[in-house]
């Protein structure tokens, strides 16, 4: 059954991302990557990533995509008629390296990152207090305390500076924008 | 087990959002194809924390969060872009091509 679920999320994914990027209007296309997005919120709960799954409608599909929407309406585009998708040899090479990227990063799905991790992180044990569980028991330790304390616990503890800094970036990112996007600087 | 299709379905969609900078020359579509890269590379992350624990989820929190600061200043910029040259288009863009 989940697996089912999972199918139609990906197959819709993949259409809406294919439509995404071969409409000529940026509102459509926009409209179809937030279809996108919402299919890759169903695929986080199938992953037991209730609490991203949530960020991503709200974040995602919510906040940025607007943001989007609006500067397409600001600039009143799409009305002109022309098509800016390029044609010919360019689309054709174009679809081929990406088929060839395809293949490579799934040949690399194959390669163990079990080791990776564990030279990544060797002092993490399993159950330790940070919130890092070993493989397979992500969907028992959520189930445990709940969605969101479990990906709270790392965010608060192991990664509370880094958590910090992105508050910085994000006064950063706001001020630039608004100086950038005034008339006089 | 979802761990190894969400991989493949990350990198169809990641070649996907590649395919759409190298074919739009719109500016604002080729924001939304590095989105749906981003997204892409969200999914493998949440995928590999089934596996390997909750840092996977943390690291989409924070992609988030950059995407997030990255579509406004990027957006502003292109704001400016079009206030100056009066389009969006990136032939119209080419100052630094010799």
Redesign the interface.
């Known amino acids: 059954m ?2 089912i679920v ?2 139609v999320l ?1 197959i819709s ?2 259409l809406s ?2 439509l ?2 071969t409409q000529k209007n ?1 509102v459509p ?2 409209l179809w ?1 937030v279809s ?2 919402f299919a ?1 919120a169903g ?2 709960v ?4 209730q ?2 799954a949530a ?2 409608v709200l ?2 599909a919510g ?2 995509m607007v ?2 929407l609006f ?2 309406m ?2 009143n ?1 799409g009305r002109d008629g022309g098509s ?3 044609k010919g040899p ?2 054709l ?3 081929f ?3 060839a ?2 293949a490579a ?2 040949a690399v ?1 194959g390669t163990s ?2 080791g990776l ?1 564990d030279r990544l ?1 060797p002092g ?1 044990v399993a159950g330790s207090p940070l ?9 028992s ?1 959520a189930s445990f305390t709940n969605a969101i304390g ?2 709270a ?3 608060f503890q ?2 509370l500076v ?2 910090e800094i ?1 508050s910085v ?2 006064l ?3 001020v ?3 100086v ?2 005034k ?1 006089k600087l | 087990m ?1 761990l ?17 900078v ?5 500016a ?2 080729l ?3 590095v ?2 890269m981003l ?1 892409a590379v ?2 493998s992350f ?10 996977g ?2 690291m ?3 992609v ?10 990027g ?6 872009i ?2 100056h040259t009066r389009s ?2 990136l032939k119209n863009i080419n100052l630094l091509q010799g």
């Open positions: 989940t697996e999972f199918y990906a994914a993949v991302a294919i995404c990027i940026p296309s926009a990557l996108t997005m890759l695929i986080y199938l992953l037991h990533a609490f991203i960020m991503q974040v995602y906040a940025v943001l989007f500067v397409i600001l600039l585009l800016d998708i390029k360019v689309a090479v174009a679809t390296l990406g088929a990227l395809v990063l799934v799905r990152v079990a991790a992180n993490v919130g890092v569980v070993a493989g397979g028991d992500v969907q330790a479990a990906v616990a790392p965010m192991t990664y880094p958590f992105t970036l994000l950063a990112a706001a630039g924008a608004v950038l996007a008339r | 979802l190894g299709p969400s991989l493949v379905l990350s990198a169809i969609l990641f070649a996907i959002g590649v395919i759409g190298m074919i739009r020359r719109n604002i579509v924001f939304m194809c989105e749906l997204n969200n999914l949440v995928a590999l924390s089934t596996a390997h624990g909750f840092g989820q943390v989409v929190f924070f988030m969060t950059v995407a997030a600061a990255e579509a406004a200043v957006l502003a910029i292109i704001l400016a079009f206030r969006v288009d």
